[in-house]
């Protein structure tokens, strides 16, 4: 059942909080990439949870969905690919619609970055919504609004067959504290 009404993030409308932009621009060095550790990225979310709904079955099904561009991860890292992931988020994408499974982080921050480099990224290929699937001051931080159940549904019907390859380059997430139109 679909959530009445759904939390959205536009694309073109997700954002960064001042404080976290300020961070990025002046000492943190991180940097993202999509797709390049995808099982890792979910069984991040895992680890440590209670109760474990995320079972190696759910995990192996996921990975058969991301094989041929169905699910997909943005990673961060510290220190780039060589370095540590610090946070991640994934889920599934139908069309112009990115659905959010689950997200984590290992330093503060790193999820809000996650989300806000797969809007860009997302943006870029031509997706207009991310769905969060759930109200909270986290998503709406990042730029969430609400929208009516009808609307949702009729967006997902009408792009559901659409096919939109993202970005894939590790890019410095310095690029997310800049003004939208200078994000790459």
Do not use: C
Not at 17 to 29: I, K, P, Q, W
Not at 73 to 94: K, M
Not at 95 to 120: I, Q, W
Request: glycine content about 8%; cysteine-free; proline content about 7%.
């Amino acid at each position: 059942m679909v959530a009445d009404p759904r939390p959205v993030l536009p694309v073109a409308a997700t954002h960064l909080s001042r404080s976290l932009a300020r961070r990025l621009r002046n000492r943190l060095a991180w940097s993202t990439s999509l797709d390049r550790r995808f099982e890792q990225v979910v069984r991040e979310f895992r680890a440590g949870r209670v109760p474990l709904w995320l079972t190696d079955e759910l995990i192996a099904s996921l990975v058969r969905l991301h094989d041929p561009g169905h699910a997909h991860s943005v990673e961060v890292w510290e220190g780039g690919e060589d370095g540590d992931l610090i946070g991640g988020v994934f889920g599934l994408q139908v069309g112009s619609v990115f659905s959010m499974d689950s997200m984590f982080f290992h330093r503060p921050g790193a999820s809000k970055v996650a989300v806000t480099d797969l809007a860009a990224r997302f943006a870029q290929a031509g997706g207009v919504l991310l769905d969060a699937q759930r109200d909270s001051p986290h998503v709406r931080d990042l730029g969430a609004v609400l929208a009516p159940r009808e609307q949702y549904v009729r967006h997902l019907r009408h792009t559901a067959h659409d096919t939109l390859p993202m970005p894939t380059a590790t890019l410095p997430a310095r690029r997310l504290a800049e003004p939208t139109g200078s994000r790459q």
